[in-house]
């Protein structure tokens, strides 16, 4: 018996080989998946004992499609329309936030009269038109305005002309500027209370069978952001750089200086790191919202059907 529990300790132990994890984002690789990029550049995924692919998104990424099927494990999305998917029984859960407030608003001509969402009356915007803020300022601030789908071009903004346009706060200011125009205002979402999330999304089977992977995961994104953010992001810029060879250390370094400068992986609360975490009275809320507008079925979910805070540190 006492050489059989020799032989056996003398076996060398065998590591558990990294689970494999595939994430899709949802636009190409920059600074707003700093967080990723600086987890995966420092080791942080490996260390929890992850092997992490990131996936660069575009605007046919199909993130949700993804990941219902598992063809991805984790994609990133905004709380907004995965609440819609979600009603038409996409087996997705939400478990951890990317931005503390979706940075998609309005970009508005420097030169423009508009200067709130009142002045928006009578205005043409280009947008996405399925997108539920249009909705909302229709609906609840009884605004009537004109939509053209957008195409994802700066070009309006650099005609000296009046252009009012959906668009992220944190990248396409930057590329105005830099093609010759005037840096526009931004109108948020947020100023109006209507409050998305940025999110991180799993599908059920993957919750279910490997939750201990989704804390890891989620463990090693926030040490990304935090990371990202207060150190050196060079790790990471390298990273997106050979993901996506149209970024430049200019634009990366200005892009994460307005996430920075907007709170927006923090949250704006004074003193409060909100890095990842997600509030389920914002997901009441939101709720409630569409289902005023008519956008979402009243009951069609509720707020511990659509998201969960289990993946998240204490």
Known sequence: M??????????????????????????????????????????????????????????????????????????????????????????VVQFAAVFQDDPSGLLVSANSAVKSFADLEGKTIVARPEWAFLKYLREKMGLHFNVVPTNFSITGFLTGQEHIQQGYSIAEPYHIMKAG??????????????????????????????????????????????????????????????????????FMMASRQLIIDGHLVTGRDPGVDRTGRLDPARYTRQIEQLEELGILSKGRVTTDTVMTTAYLPE
Not at 183 to 208: G, Q
């Open 181 to 250: 125009g005037t840096a526009p205002r931004f109108l948020s979402t947020w100023e109006a209370d209507f409050r998305a999330y940025a999110v991180l999304v799993t599908n059920h089977r993957f919750a279910r069978e490997h939750p201990e992977a989704l804390r890891a995961f989620v463990r090693a994104y926030i040490r990304g952001w935090r990371d990202y953010l207060t150190g050196d992001p060079a790790p990471a810029h390298a990273l997106m750089k050979q993901a996506n060879p149209d970024n430049t250390d200019e």
């Open 2 to 91: 006492k050489r059989l529990l020799f032989l056996l300790l003398s076996i060398p132990m065998l590591h558990a080989a990294p689970l494999k994890l595939t994430v899709q984002l949802d636009w190409v690789a920059e600074p707003e998946h700093g967080g990723f990029y600086q987890a995966q550049a420092k080791g942080f995924f490996t260390a929890e004992g992850l092997d992490v692919t990131l996936i660069p998104g575009g605007p046919n990424a199909f993130v949700m499609p993804k990941v219902a099927t598992n063809q991805a494990q984790i994609g990133q999305a905004d709380s907004t329309s995965t609440l819609l998917q979600q009603a038409e029984g996409l087996p």
